[in-house]
C-alpha cells in the first residue's frame, strides 16, 4: 500500500492535527480536490507578492517543486494567471482581504 501520510490534505473528517481551522469546505473546487497544506502555504505567499522562486526559497523546497505547487493551485482554484490568484484566494477565504472596511462594504457598492 502507498504510504500518503506525508501528503495531508485539507479536507472535513480528518483527524484534527490535520485539518487547517479556517474555512475548509470553501477550499475546495468541484472535481479538482482540495488544496494541501503546502499549496495552500504556496497560495499565501504568492499572494504576499512574493515570487515563485523567492517563496520555494522561503518554504525550503526546489523551485520544481515550487512549479509542481503553483500548477495544482491553479488548477485546484481554476485560474490561469498569477493576477487572478489573490482575488480567488480572497474569495475562497484562503486569504483575508487586506482591506480593513471591506466586511462592511456589500457587492457593487462604492466606498465613499
Sequence with gaps: M????HNSTITPGHEPGRVLAFKLD???CPGAGPLTKRETEFVELLCLG???EVV???MDISPGTAA???ANAFRKLNITKVIQLPA???RLGIVPCPCPDHAGQQEG???A
Excluded: F, G
Design 26 to 28: 470553501a477550499r475546495r
Design 109 to 111: 457598492s462604492v466606498a
Design 68 to 70: 509542481t505547487y503553483k
Design 2 to 5: 502507498l504510504d500518503t501520510s
Design 50 to 52: 512574493k515570487t515563485v
Design 56 to 58: 520555494a526559497e522561503l
Design 88 to 90: 480567488e484566494a480572497i
